[in-house]
């Protein structure tokens, strides 16, 4: 069964196509990498799937009431904010909001304990956030989009300024995530982490979906250089397909 | 819970010694007997009278002006907003200082009030038609700023122009801010603005939490923003303009008393909401106390009190910004 679709979609910006005829269809359990250079419109795509910015075309989750939407998709947009100074566990159970009627239940407490073990941050569930590292803090986040426990997460370049590990860490929880049916939407501009941890790339270029596939069949040495401007080294490995991009043409 | 029944007890407390406090000499017990008795004796007057309206007011007011503040705060992600930001205030005493100027206060009872209300009616319109309803917390600063310029300009136009010194007396004096000689009339008057804004300012809780994360996320997550702001701007037009029309212009309380209670609620926006309207009550009243205590024959204007209080507080709330490095 299909958990996203979206047909047509077109996003026009002070009089700017920004987005022209975007079509594709999410089933359960995707880990979808969306790529594509600076400026190619993947933010705006997301936002628009998500019903924040007016848009022409269908998408599934646009259409479903606003106040229910959040039950259904996640979103980690790319600004990183933080307001309060308020602990680790209550920003995480911000996540339980479009769930919670009135009072957070034991369902809610045991959904935001789950989203910190995810990320790896039990001790720091008394710390008070806004005093993290921008790494930690993105964690954090992360952590709270997982406490919503949606059947579609969409993060916005989540990995952006995390060291490796938690790089590496972050993509791994989010396959796992899709193995256990939830589809992932990410944007990130890693070609490398997009090859090994995605199983579908969606590639935007100049507000037009011009690639979707598997990373193996995306990534050719063609579409890197017309989409972005670099040549490449790849290889089927024993640890699976590997992607080093090289120089800049 | 706990602080919740610190502040309550606090409330409480400060409720009974406004009422036990005053120029007429009655002992406690006498005056609250009265006050429960009533009867025709001077004793229950003065406190049905005087200081019952004095006492509740003080409570409607400073709770009205700590939830505003703490609203504002929430939905500007700023400590440093104010619930007078939107020009409420400031098109409120125009309206009132009009009605002095041209006499009408003095005629009618509840023209004062009325007139300040209408004022503060005409400023949220012009700052909602200014602001738009999808405009962002920016536009919303910058239409509250040019409101009060106008109104501030326009108050200062009477005073300029007033043939009659004895009113423009009275103007100054009732822009600093008083709770003195006020009735149950006045109660009446701002109770039912001030119960609905509260009401609609309450209701914030959830999407001001949510703001935490961000506008975007916030309505991603089903907070509907349009509403939530359209809500804020109302509310506090309700409870800050009802309580400008009785009191006059009464500052800082909206911006200290959130500042200092948020870290006993973790900085969650939403529960500072209720906290601090019980610390607002607090402040006004016990600032009302001392207006009493102080200097009981000169009329020290609980406006200027509150001011004297709020701005070291305010200086310090901003040196403590600056070190934080914020």
């Known amino acids: 069964m299909s958990l996203l679709h979206v047909k047509d979609l077109e996003v026009a910006l002070r009089g700017r196509q920004v987005l022209e005829h975007v079509s594709f269809d999410v089933a359960r359990g995707e880990m979808i990498g969306l790529i594509g250079p600076n400026g190619a419109g993947k933010t705006t795509l997301m936002r628009a799937i998500l019903g924040l910015i007016p848009f022409q075309g269908v998408s599934s989750v646009a259409q479903i009431a606003p106040a229910s939407r959040g039950k259904y998709a996640a979103w980690m947009p790319q600004a990183r904010e933080i307001a309060w100074p308020v602990n680790v566990r209550a920003l995480i159970a911000l996540g339980r909001i479009p ?55 969409m993060a916005d ?7 490796p590990r938690h790089q590496i860490s972050t993509m ?38 011009v690639a979707d596939g598997a990373p193996q069949a995306v990534l050719t040495p063609d579409l890197l250089r017309d989409v972005f401007g670099i040549t490449s080294f790849s290889a089927q490995t024993q640890h699976g397909f590997v992607l080093q991009p090289l120089e800049a043409l | 819970m706990r602080l919740m029944l610190c502040l ?28 429960v008795a009533g009867g025709d004796d001077p004793v229950a007057m003065v406190m049905r009278e005087i200081r019952l309206p004095r006492a509740l007011l003080a409570l409607m007011i400073g709770g009205s002006l700590g939830l505003a503040g703490a609203a504002m705060q929430g939905y500007l992600r700023n400590p440093l907003a104010d619930p007078g930001l939107i020009g409420v205030s400031g098109s409120a005493a125009l309206g009132a200082v009009l009605s002095i100027q041209t006499g ?27 602001a738009g309803p999808r405009g962002s917390a920016l536009t919303l600063i910058l239409a509250g700023i040019a409101i009060s310029a106008l109104a ?40 039912p603005f001030i119960a609905i804004g509260a009401v609609m300012l309450a209701r914030l809780a959830r999407g001001l939490d949510a703001l935490t994360l961000g506008e975007d996320a916030a309505a991603a997550m089903g907070i509907d923003l349009k509403r939530l702001r359209l809500g804020l701007i109302v509310g506090t037009a309700a409870v800050v303009g009802a309580s400008t029309a009785v009191a006059g212009a009464i500052g800082f309380v909206g911006l200290v008393v959130p500042h200092i209670l948020r870290p006993f609620v973790g900085a969650r926006p939403g529960a ?28 020290l204007k609980l406006g200027v009190l509150t001011a004297l209080v709020g701005a070291p507080l305010f200086l310090h709330l901003i040196y403590s910004t600056r070190r934080d490095g914020l």
């Open chain 1, 172 to 209: 791994t929880c989010f396959a796992g995530l899709a193995r256990e049916g939830v589809s992932v939407i990410v944007s990130l501009h890693d070609l490398g982490l997009a090859a090994r941890h995605c199983t579908r790339l969606l590639v935007v270029h100049e507000g037009k979906l």
């Open chain 2, 8 to 35: 309550a007890a606090g409330v409480v407390v400060l409720f009974v010694v406004s009422l036990l406090t005053g120029p007429a000499e009655i002992g406690a017990r006498d005056s609250l007997r009265a006050l």
């Open chain 1, 99 to 153: 769930h919670m009627g009135g009072r957070a239940t034991a369902l809610d407490d045991a959904a935001v304990d789950r989203a910190l073990a995810h990320m790896g941050l039990t001790k720091f569930a008394d710390r008070t956030a806004t005093r993290l590292s921008g790494g930690e803090q993105a964690r954090v986040l992360i952590a709270r989009a997982l406490a919503q426990e949606a059947p579609l997460l």
């Open chain 2, 152 to 191: 501030g300009a326009l108050t200062s136009l009477v005073l300029n122009l007033s043939p009659n010194p004895f009113a423009a007396n009275e103007i100054v004096f009732w822009m600093m801010g008083s709770l003195a000689d006020r009735s149950m009339v006045h109660v009446g008057i701002a109770l």
């Open chain 1, 157 to 163: 370049e989540p990995v952006a300024g995390l060291d």
């Open chain 2, 104 to 130: 009408v206060a003095g005629a009618v009872a509840f023209a004062l009030p009325a007139s300040a209300l209408a004022g503060a009616l005409i400023g949220v319109f012009a700052v909602l038609a200014l």
């Open chain 2, 272 to 299: 500072l909401l209720w906290a601090s309207t019980l610390g607002g009550a607090i402040m006004l009243l016990a600032a009302d106390i001392a207006v009493r205590l102080i200097l009981p024959e000169r009329d």
